[in-house]
């Protein structure tokens, strides 16, 4: 009962004072404050009123630094952003929406920078006026060296208004789940195994292009097959979806057996594979091949179109390596393409390995 | 105001209000003064593109350091310090605003600015100082901010975040979005009107005040322990004659009509108000006559006096002619302050010594000071050094003693008293006898002394016109042939004839009476009310008062009327005055009254004159409930109304009104125009939809004038958001908005047609418009 009465009278005065701020004096906030104690000692030493005149104004200075620098951050709220498509090694701008929720006052110089796990990124978005009761964006822009995910945890609103003697900063609690897909690099397929695949269509589908039906719109779908008078009268999105050339098909089979987890060639090796597959997958799809990929562990089953692209790059941003012992998931299919990729593949990442069945 | 004009006047501003507080001390020497002003005057101009600043820099480099080398130089041969510092802050300031460029180089010159307000704190206490200083903090704040905001600019401005044309891997749709928000160019920045308007300059004004009135708060809170260890200020002051050791008689001018106040004394009833008779504020009292001079001579007694420390006070208890007492018998005349006439006074600088009191004065209490030397105090005089100005406690006894005991007193004179009785040879024989002559009949000192000031009054005339004696003794030609002079003439002429009928007397220089000044109920006594009387000596009794000039006693404290320049200048002396009191002289025993009061006025202590006034507001309003319910209800009323309309007003300030839709760009009219046509025919843009986006769906929907609104569309973002649009862009845009209208008719036309087509051919038309509403 005691601690909840501490913690109501904390959060009573948390609503009372705002959010907690940090503080840090800048560089010319140094001098200012070795001047004001210069300008103390020569008032203490000589009497003259006019210097702690002089002394009264550079600390009340200070004290309007802290309630205009609060009030600045104060009522401001922070929206992220987050591109659906994020690729390891490629740069992407991350888009800020900053709203001043004030009524009255205005918000000046305003820096905001994104915190990954605690720490900020390297790059800040810059905030000139935010006028009352209305919202801007800004973007930074950023490149995540390695596939994965990545927890942002919130952002910081940093301001040096209105004197730039502090920097005052706030952090705003949001936190956002980054998916980084697999670098990706331009590759070159390997040659069809033979000319029959992908050139004869199976005969219930026709040839790619063609309509063969609607379904709802998904993340990561191409906005472009929206059918827009469909969705106009069934309320919500709808994508036109075509046919599916099924007869070209590849199995993407990717070796993520790492024997000893420390060996960081290894690992190097093996996010190199993991590039080059998700490369090909991409190169795959957008050839309208049908796209499986298989690892030890993990099996992502047929599809083609941009849905599947983000499954496929998905599942590789997520490939964690695994001890060789454990087997390859899935079955040799029959008829279709092979690529194999692994840490003991070329360092090109892609080679054709072999043709099953 | 443009972001960039804006921060250069506040800048300028705050140069001038530093320049002014500064050079208004009138310490500086005209010649940098006056260069400095031509050169702040012209560096307004100094700015690029007008003039390349790289080019020229070596020139201001020079001069700086020039102006350092003439400083050092002025200082080694015996320059104030401070002065010279100060003299070489204004020539830097002039160098550092012609090559402003950066906001480094701004804060550099509001470095400069400052320093020179802290020079000035040494050099100008007048009231100027507060006047100037506030409008530098008002400027200074304005600028900093300013500043703040222009430094972050730059730091930012020229990085954008995302370079032209690379959409970073972002999303397609978004990637617009983002390469409209790549960093601003600073240059494109300074010259935009919308960051700070009037409302920006009243806020940060505000805030300015509140910051002046926080440090106005502060300077009273903060402790005064100064020690005045090495420095101490100087303050320009009153330069009169009269105070020194020595006074030629005639020998300075006409000082009646000087208006300038020299001393300013609070003092209770009887001696306070309009009605009050005068006082004498004696000063320096002189024993030896010689050849038309008075003098000091180091054979008049001593200041006799007891010295008592209470804290940091030291009260000087004279003793007069018990100076010789000791031990058991000065007990017996132990100094009582009781029914004495208490006076703060605050004297102006004079360039004197000399502390001045209400004849006769029994102790003076000043601030215990002990770095300072002795000093030379006779004839019964208390002297302290001040350049400041000095506020001291004076407890007088203003009413002389009783004329029964004056006349019983015996003709006794202490060691040392006979000074008091010298008379140089030269004072001629038709003087004494006629101080003789005047005497006749008088039985004793007190009715020689009263014949003789009744004689002057009466027979001789007051005047200010000087005349030289033409190598005559001064008195024997004031008192047989010009028989007119001022107050020196008179005095000197009692005492020398008092003297010639052995009566001790000396001649005392100080002020007489004053203005009362009804504002803030003091005394000011001004220059012109120099004046000299005379003491005489009573065993037993002391010194006493006698005035032989004419018509000294008839105006009262009343005088200066009560016209309204009159109370403006008593309402101006006023100000000086709150100045000299509250921030001059501000010390710690006013500091420590203060806290008393408003500890009192929380507690409502009886002794509290602020406590008792709240008490008085409280019982007027409990007697007067009806109207002051009226006029609170008036005024909440008032408020609410007044903030409904606010509000009302703030809502309709955010949709664009009328006049600001007619004032839009022709590009933008055209836009819309073709917005609303398409909208008529069911193309309506989606509020969460961009105008490129909008532009881009119809494109992709085949919509009829898609191709027309995309290429429009750009026109319409170039001069919303870009330069606004000339006069080809114009004429493109009202052609391809007549070309979308084209279009959509051509539509409808095709759409009607269809109706009457069969089907199959109907479908193979294209696709059809969407429902309109």
Redesign the interface.
């Known amino acids: 009962m005691k601690r909840e009465g501490e913690a109501s009278r904390r959060g009573l005065w948390r609503r009372l004072v705002g959010p907690r701020r940090r503080l840090r004096l800048t560089r010319e906030g140094q001098v200012f404050l070795a001047m004001t104690v210069g300008i103390g000692l020569a008032a203490i030493n000589t009497g003259n009123n006019l210097l702690y005149l002089v002394l009264g104004w550079l600390l009340s200075l200070i004290v309007a630094s802290g309630a205009l620098s609060n009030a600045t951050l104060r009522g401001v709220s922070v929206r992220r952003r987050v591109p659906t498509r994020i690729f390891a090694g490629r740069p992407f701008a991350m888009e800020i929406a900053l709203e001043n929720r004030k009524t009255r006052l205005a918000s000046y110089s305003i820096e905001v920078e994104d915190l990954l796990d605690g720490r900020p990124l390297d790059k800040r978005c810059y905030f000139l006026k935010l006028p009352p009761g209305r919202t801007q964006s800004a973007s930074y822009r950023h490149t995540f060296p390695r596939r994965g995910v990545y927890r942002l945890d919130g952002v910081r609103l940093i301001t040096r208004f209105p004197f730039g003697l502090f920097s005052k900063s706030r952090e705003v609690p949001g936190a956002d789940e980054v998916l980084v897909y697999p670098a990706v690099r331009p590759v070159a397929l390997p040659a069809p195994r033979s000319p029959r695949h992908g050139d004869a269509s199976q005969t219930r589908l026709g040839r790619r292009g063609e309509f063969f039906g609607l379904r709802e719109y998904r993340d990561g779908d191409d906005s472009r097959a929206i059918h827009w008078h469909s969705s106009a009268r069934a309320g919500r999105l709808l994508l036109r979806e075509m046919e599916e050339e099924a007869q070209r098909r590849v199995v993407i089979e990717i070796d993520n057996g790492v024997a000893d987890l420390e060996d960081e060639a290894a690992l190097e090796a093996l996010e190199d594979a993991v590039a080059s597959a998700a490369s090909l997958v991409i190169a795959y799809l957008r050839r309208g091949y049908a796209v499986r990929v298989v690892a030890r562990g993990l099996e992502v089953p047929w599809s083609a179109g941009p849905s599947h692209e983000h499954r496929l790059l998905r599942a590789l941003a997520l490939l964690a390596p695994v001890s060789p012992s454990v087997a390859m998931s899935g079955r040799v299919e029959p008829g279709a393409e092979m690529v194999r990729v692994g840490p003991r593949a070329p360092a090109s990442g892609a080679a054709r390995a072999a043709e099953a069945g | 105001m443009r972001f960039g004009l804006a921060h250069k006047l506040t800048t300028y501003l705050a140069v001038a209000f530093a320049y002014l507080v500064l050079v208004l001390s009138d310490e500086l020497s005209l010649g940098p003064v006056l260069l400095c002003l031509v050169g702040v005057a012209i560096s307004w101009w100094w700015d690029p593109p007008r003039v390349d600043l790289e080019r020229w820099s070596w020139l201001f480099t020079g001069l700086a350091l020039a102006a350092f080398g003439y400083s050092g130089l002025s200082f080694l041969t015996g320059g104030d310090l401070v002065i010279t510092g100060a003299q070489l802050l204004l020539f830097l300031l002039v160098a550092k605003l012609f090559g402003r460029r950066t906001s480094r180089d701004y ?1 550099q010159v509001y ?1 400069l600015s ?1 320093l020179m ?2 020079a ?3 050099l ?2 007048e009231v100027s ?2 006047l100037f ?1 506030l409008g530098y ?1 008002l400027a200074s ?1 304005w600028a ?2 300013l ?3 222009r ?3 730059e730091e ?1 401005g020229h990085v954008p ?2 370079a032209p044309g ?6 397609p ?3 617009a ?2 390469a409209d ?1 790549r ?2 160019a600073p240059a494109r ?1 300074l010259g935009s009107r ?2 700070v308007g009037p409302r920006f300059f009243a806020g ?1 004004g505000a ?1 300015s005040l ?3 009135a ?6 009273l809170f ?1 402790p ?10 100087a303050r320009s002051g009153v330069n009169m004659a009269g105070f020194s050791d020595g006074v030629k008689l005639g020998g300075h001018g006409v000082i009646k009509d000087d208006d300038t106040v020299v001393m300013r004394v609070e003092i209770g009833p009887p001696f306070s108000g309009r009605d009050a008779p005068y006082l004498h504020w004696r000063g320096v009292a002189y024993d030896e006559y010689t050849k038309g001079e008075w003098r000091r001579s180091h054979h008049a007694p001593s200041t006799a006096k007891r010295v008592s420390v209470s804290g940091n006070v030291v009260t000087h208890h004279l003793l007069y002619d018990r100076g010789q007492l000791e031990g058991d018998e000065l007990g017996a005349h132990a100094p009582d302050l009781d029914g004495a006439a208490r006076q703060e006074i605050y004297l102006e600088p004079l360039g004197y010594d000399v502390l001045f009191g209400a004849s006769m004065p029994a102790a003076f209490r000043v601030a215990a000071n002990y770095r300072e030397r002795p000093r030379d105090e006779r004839n019964d005089e208390i002297r302290r050094a001040h350049t400041t100005g000095i506020k001291y406690t004076v407890f007088s006894r203003p009413s002389p003693p009783d004329a029964a005991l004056l006349r019983r007193a015996p003709r006794v004179l202490p060691p040392g008293y006979d000074v008091y009785l010298q008379l140089p040879p030269e004072i001629t024989q038709r003087v004494r006898d006629l101080a003789a002559r005047v005497v006749r009949g008088a039985a004793s000192d007190y009715d020689k002394a009263k014949a003789l000031e009744t004689y002057l009054q009466e027979t001789l005339t007051y005047t200010l016109e000087m005349e030289s004696p033409r190598g005559r003794e001064p008195i024997d030609h004031f008192l047989f042939e010009r028989r007119k002079g001022h107050c020196e003439y008179f005095s000197s002429a009692m005492t020398v004839m008092l003297r010639s009928v052995g009566v001790p007397a000396r001649n005392v220089n100080g002020f007489l009476g004053g203005e009362w000044n009804e504002y803030d109920d003091y005394v000011a006594v001004r220059a012109g009310d120099a004046h000299s009387w005379v003491e005489v000596y009573f065993a037993g009794a002391g010194w006493v008062t006698f005035d032989p000039t004419p018509g000294t006693s008839s105006d009262g404290l009343g005088r200066g009327g009560s016209g309204v320049m009159d109370r403006l200048r008593r309402l101006a002396d006023t100000v000086r005055f709150k100045w000299f009191k509250w ?4 010390d710690l025993e006013r500091q420590v009254g203060m806290f008393k009061s408003v500890a009192d006025l929380f507690r409502g202590g009886a002794g509290s004159s602020v406590g008792s006034r709240w008490r008085g507001v409280r019982q007027w309003m409990s007697d007067h409930r009806g109207p002051v319910a009226a006029v609170v209800g008036g005024a909440a009323a008032i408020g609410a109304a007044l903030f409904a309309w606010r509000r009302r007003r ?1 809502r309709r300030a ?1 949709e664009p009104s009328p006049r600001a839709r007619r004032s839009r760009d022709p590009v933008a009219t055209a836009y819309l125009a073709a917005l609303r046509g398409l909208a008529r025919r069911g193309w309506a843009r989606p509020p969460s939809a961009t105008p490129r986006e909008h532009a881009r ?1 119809l494109a ?2 085949r919509a009829p004038g898609a191709a027309e609104l995309g290429a429009l569309t750009e026109l319409y973002y170039a001069a919303e958001y870009g330069e606004p649009s000339d006069e080809a862009a114009r004429q493109r845009a009202r052609d391809l908005a007549g070309a979308i209208d084209r279009a959509l008719r051509d539509a409808r036309h095709q759409q009607r047609w269809s109706r009457w087509r069969p089907r199959g051919r109907s479908r193979a038309a294209g696709q059809a418009p ?1 429902a309109s509403g």
């Open positions: 804060l470095v400052f307000v802290v000035a704190t040494a100008n206490g100082f507060g200083f903090v704040t900093l901010i500043l703040t905001l430094r972050d600019m930012h975040h995302l690379d959409d970073g891997g972002a999303a749709g978004r990637a979005g983002v928000m960093g601003p920045l919308r960051l940060t805030v509140v910051i002046f926080g440090a106005s708060l502060l300077f903060i005064r322990i100064g020690f005045g260890l090495f420095f101490s200020n921030v001059i002289e501000y703030r955010d769906a992709r929907d969407r």
